[in-house]
């Protein structure tokens, strides 16, 4: 049997760690299965100022998670995950009344008595299409125990990416994928040149070279395993695509 103490009120002051933003990446949980009972008329709503065109990439933006209840406190959580695969995106900035948790891809409340938080979320350096923020609000009436709280979900919706314009898109080849130890990349006939960049999923830059035509592989070895974003650029161009290190 777990212990009560495992869950700790996602609406205490430091806020509650772990994965419970309601997102589907977070399998869904928002803390609903054990904060119950309550019925403050709750609602929660993210607001942000990414354009309607859609976010540009390696770019930072503001994001407030907005609480509504009668309630005496309320706690939040809240992720950014793209709509192709749920995986987290992007980089999440903490403001003066949130924290970063779960390896800090979600985020959280460092105190009770706002009913808005207000931060940042810096877009991936690579195009990884659209993205959705999804959020989870705790209307807790502050017996500092899991009854008589009300748990509500709410998402921002699709954000896209806007995309590489033909005329900058720039094709190339990539071998083997997956890899171990070594890739190679096949530069089009008319680029001599280029760099070469690894992201990884949230868009931290983890390995940067440079190939040539004369020159293609790439010792990737030192990567981590898992899935990167490979982002090529020459003369003004770019391209992208996905890698798996094994």
């Known amino acids: ?82 709509n192709s695969d749920n995986a987290k995106i992007g980089t999440l900035i903490a403001g003066a009344t949130s924290r970063l ?16 938080w207000n931060f940042q979320w810096k877009s991936p350096a690579t195009n990884q299409g659209g993205v959705t923020f999804y959020a989870a609000l705790n209307a807790a009436n502050g017996n500092s125990a899991t009854s ?40 089009p006939t008319e680029t001599n040149k280029a760099t070469v960049l690894f992201y990884d999923t949230i868009g931290r830059e983890s390995l940067s070279t440079k190939v040539s035509n004369l020159d293609s592989n790439i010792n990737v070895s030192v990567l981590s395993k898992g899935v990167y974003i490979v982002k090529v650029i020459s003369g003004g161009k770019i391209g992208t695509q996905k890698f798996l290190k094994e």
């Open 148 to 187: 008589g709280d009300q748990v509500v979900t709410g998402d921002s919706g699709v954000i896209n990416s806007l995309s590489i314009a033909d005329e900058k898109r720039l094709d190339f080849s990539m071998f083997p994928n997956p890899a171990l130890s070594n890739v190679s990349i096949q530069l």
């Open 1 to 82: 049997m777990i212990p009560v103490l495992a869950f700790l009120l996602m609406s205490n002051s430091g806020g509650k760690s772990g994965a419970f933003s309601g997102s589907p990446g977070d399998g869904g949980e928002s803390c609903t299965f054990c904060h119950s009972g309550g019925n403050y008329g709750a609602t929660v709503a993210i607001t942000h100022d990414v354009p309607v065109s859609g976010y540009e990439l390696n770019t930072t933006y503001n994001l407030t998670v907005v609480g509504s209840s009668s309630s005496s406190s309320n706690g939040f959580q809240l992720t950014a995950e793209t």
């Open 101 to 116: 948790v779960n390896g800090n891809a979600n985020i959280t409340h460092t105190n009770t008595t706002n009913s808005s």
